[in-house]
Each structure stands twice: as C-alpha cells, then as structure tokens.
C-alpha cells in the first residue's frame, strides 16, 4: 500500500519509480480521485457545520413565536442532513477508487535495483563454491537410482500432476533437511521457531499482498480460508493491527510449514520432477524491524539463507533482481540460486525480500518510537530458509554417484543416524 500523502508531496518520483517498474504514470489519476475525495469530505464538513448552527437556531424561532423561521430551519436542517448523508457516500466511494488503485500497484524499488526487463538483467552480488565436476553425466533428481523413491505416479493418481509421494530415504532425507534448517535458524541464526495455522482469513492475504492481484496463485477454500502460498502470511501477519514498543525490534521468526500454489502463471514450466509443486515444504523466515535498520537486516536474512547452502557445501550465487524481475510487494530482493548439476544451471532456491513499509500499512502495522511521538509504520523482510523441496534436488544432483549412489552432505549424517549415502537400491546405508 503507498503513502497518499508521499504521492501528494513528489508525484514527480512516484511516477518515475513506476516507469522503472515498466508502469505509466499514474499519479495524475490518483491525484485528481484524492482531490475529489477531500472535496467531499470539505464539504460534508461545511454542510455539518451549517446544519448545526441551523439547529441551534431551531429552539430560538420556536420560542419567540416565529412559525415561518421555524420552519424554514427546520427544512434546511432536514436538507443539510441529506447532502452530508450523499457528500459521505461520494466520499467513501473515492475512498474505495483510491483504496482499490493503490493496492494493485506494485512496491516502488529501492535506487540500488538494477534497472532491468527480465531475469536477464539480474545482477550477481555473491558467489560461492566451485561447479562440481563429474566423469560422467550428471543425472536430473527424478533421473538417479537412489531417489527411486520419488514416487510421482503414485501422486498423479491421488491427486493429479505436480504433486510427489517420497518413500522410504527420500522422506527421511526430506524430513532432515527441513529439521536442519530450523536447527540452524534457531540456534545459529536467533530466529525464533513458531507453529501457525495454514489457512487464513482474506485480509490476511491483503495484508501480505497476495490478495487482490494474485488470486489466481492461491487456492481458497469453500468457507473463504485461503491455504497459505508461504508462511510468510502467517508470520508477517502477526502484528496486523498492532502498535509494538520499538525496544522490542526487530522480531525474527521461522516456520517450517506446508505450502501452497496453484501456479497459475507457471503452465508448461518446470513439468518434470519436484521443481514446482502445487504442495510443498518451506522453511520461512520473517522480520519486522525498525525502519533505520532494515536494510542491515536485509543482508542478514540473506546470510542466514546463503549459510544453509554453505554447511551443505552446495555452490549458489546471489543476483540483485532487476526491476522487470522484482516481486510486486518487494523494495529489493536478493535471489539465492543454486547449482543443479541435471540441469546444468543454477536455479532459484530463495527469495530475500525487503518490503519497507508496504505490507505495514495494509495491515496496520506501528511501532512506539523510543523518544515519544506519533506511531510510525514498521517494516517487513520476508525469505525462504530454504525451499526443502528444492534443497532435496540439489543435495540428490551434487551428491551424485557414478554407480546411481548419492553421498549426503556431513552435515545430514546425526539427522539420518549416521548414514552417510544413499544405495542404487534407494536405502540408507
């Protein structure tokens, strides 16, 4: 949601922020409804007010005798209440004009974005680890012997395409990856672990911007819950409507949850395998900071991500998002990719976003400043602490084995009670 009064204030910048976002200027449009607006308020005001020296009035006229002056009070009374009735209507119909334009604008970037039309344009920031190199062809994940127990036949037939059955190693590995990820947070990284639902209510999915513009993206149920695309929803929203003592920022939290997305938008991508699912476990990571030190926080949940990545010794690199390629509730964002050798390419395993205040003001989100004064909006960082799923993938692709075997990072080996490698056969061993 953007700042009305920033608008008023420099619709100059505004503008040019939506042009780097590929959008028209829309100030004017949204100007001329605010004037229109106000106007109605303005004169609602004026109404009330000479509605109320009217009423006063009444009792005079009526006691002095003065029929005629009585009644043509008492008309215009009658009169004035039915135009501030109609001003406030008008009023609350810009209001919802206004309301409805601004929340499907995009987030305007941050000057250091590169400006840009597609992934293309991204710019690499951090590099990490060397390409394996292998003496034979590297397998795709659902290709290699040991993974067999990806069972995504079984899958088809309960549920459709896009979805995965994991069987016997494949499901303890999946599960290890996700405990090992909370474990690190928790003790590693200072993120506080939380358990939340995986259905919410509408405006918790306006608050985080999902809602109205990625509708299509998300699945609803028939009683009006929506199953969360992230647990970013959750997460963020638990200040919705809150006004927190600054002391006690920044608030860092994680959540190992269930996803969910239709993946409206992604038909004939990523097909083959578990790379995009319609069900699938994140490991989410969310802070609610002070304004002065989100972007410090930024590149701090950044690090948290790359140092899964690291400990599993999976090479990645971290790109800038362009404009053309940045997140509609995004001020910047650091894209986490990893090497999948299958593939021969690198492959987004996260998304760090910052948002400023744009989500903080869809959902009413305040702080107390520690000197006094008016209530300030906060500011939400969101990211993925990693998608587990695709942190299989490239654990299963690196890992790989000439003889179909995988070898699994050291790191994994207490999770799995000290196995080490995944047979051809797909056991543990």
């Known amino acids: 949601m953007h ?3 920033a608008i008023r204030d420099n619709p100059a ?4 922020a939506m042009k780097r976002r590929g959008l028209a200027p829309l100030s004017g449009d949204i100007l001329a409804i605010d004037a229109s607006r106000r106007a109605c308020i303005q004169s609602a005001e004026n109404a009330l007010a000479e509605r109320n020296a009217a009423s006063k009035q009444v009792g005079a006229a009526k006691a002095s005798g003065d029929e005629a002056e009585f009644e043509r009070l008492r008309a215009l009374v009658s009169e004035k209440k ?19 334009l601004l929340m499907g604008l995009p987030n305007l970037p941050y000057d250091d974005v590169p400006d840009g039309t597609s992934e293309d344009d991204n710019v690499e920031i951090h590099h990490f680890g060397s ?3 292998f003496e034979f062809n590297p397998l795709e994940h659902y290709e290699i012997p040991a993974a067999r127990g990806l069972d995504f036949e079984t899958a088809a037939k309960l549920s459709g395409t896009r979805f995965v059955v994991l069987r016997g190693a494949m499901a303890r590995l999946h599960r290890a990856l996700g405990q090992f990820m909370l474990d690190l947070h928790i003790s590693e990284h200072g993120l506080s672990e939380t358990i939340t639902p995986v259905l919410v209510r509408e405006e918790m ?3 985080t911007n999902q809602l109205p513009k990625f509708a299509d993206d998300s699945y609803q149920t028939t ?19 809150d006004t927190l003592d600054a002391a006690k920022l920044p608030i860092r939290m994680t959540a190992l949850t269930q996803c969910f997305r239709s993946e409206a938008g992604s038909a004939g991508r990523d097909t083959s395998g578990m790379l995009r699912q319609h069900q699938f476990e994140k490991v989410e990571m969310v802070s609610v900071t002070h304004p002065d030190t989100s972007a410090t926080e930024h590149q701090r949940m950044t690090e948290c991500a790359q140092n899964v990545l690291e400990k599993l010794g999976l090479s990645y690199r971290t790109v800038n998002l362009c404009t053309g390629d940045l997140g509609f509730g995004a001020r910047r964002t650091y894209d986490i990719e990893v090497w999948l050798p299958g593939q021969n390419t690198y492959r987004e395993i996260s998304s ?3 948002c400023g205040d744009f989500q903080a003001r869809r959902m009413n989100a305040r702080f107390k400043p520690e000197g006094g004064g008016k209530p300030e909006f906060l500011h939400t960082l969101n990211g993925s602490g990693l998608a587990v799923g695709r942190t299989l993938i490239a654990v299963l692709e690196n890992g790989q084995q000439q003889d179909g075997s995988v070898k699994l990072p050291d790191v994994l080996h207490p999770y799995l009670l000290g196995k080490t490698t995944v047979s051809p056969d797909g056991d543990l061993f």
Do not use: C, H, Y
């Not at 910048?13 to 040019?16: E, L, Q």
């Not at 009683?223 to 409507?241: D, K, M, Q, R, Y």
């Open 3 to 5: 700042d009305i009064r």
């Open 352 to 354: 760090i976003s910052t």
């Open 131 to 133: 390409i394996p190199n």
């Open 223 to 241: 009683n009006g819950w929506w199953l969360i695309p992230t647990a970013e929803v959750t997460l963020t929203n638990t200040v919705a409507g």
């Open 13 to 16: 910048a505004f503008d040019a």
């Open 82 to 100: 039915q135009v501030i009735a109609k001003l406030e209507e008008q009023a609350t119909a810009e209001d919802t004009r206004m309301r409805d």
């Open 205 to 207: 999915m306006f608050g």
